[in-house]
């Protein structure tokens, strides 16, 4: 066997022997290191996506309560005002039929009257005659 290669092969074991003997291979122990930084990045961010998550059914909830709220209270508006219209129309048809028996009254009594004058200026001329 080549010396040289002899005494490469003696070098490389010993080289073999103290890597291993210091722990995980050289870049191993940096990708470790990594892998766990990582690890708790993720689980970071889970959890607040997770809150983002909770907030967000949350303020949907409150919105839609919100939106039931509103709702009711413009239902309720819109039933005063119905009320209301009902009560106007009510009050104006009252209104109008006391305003036509008035008129009715008054062109019975127009009457009456035109006829008792009539009758009177009747009698008169018969008088006079």
């Known amino acids: 066997m080549n010396p040289l290669i002899s005494a490469a092969s003696v070098i490389a074991a010993g080289l073999a022997v103290r890597l291993a003997s210091i722990g995980p291979g050289v870049g191993q122990g940096g990708a470790i290191q990594r892998l766990e930084k990582a690890r708790a990045r993720l689980r970071k961010v889970e959890r607040e996506a997770d809150q983002l998550q909770v907030n967000g059914y949350s303020t949907i909830e409150r919105e839609k309560l919100n939106l039931i709220k509103s709702t009711y209270k413009t239902s309720e508006e ?43 200026l009747h009698l008169r001329t018969i008088n006079e005659k």
């Open 78 to 120: 819109l039933q005063n005002y119905k009320n209301e219209t009902i009560r106007f129309d009510h009050k104006r048809a009252v209104q109008q039929v006391r305003e036509q028996v008035f008129q009715q009254v008054l062109k019975g009594a127009r009457g009456t009257l035109n006829s008792s004058l009539n009758k009177e």
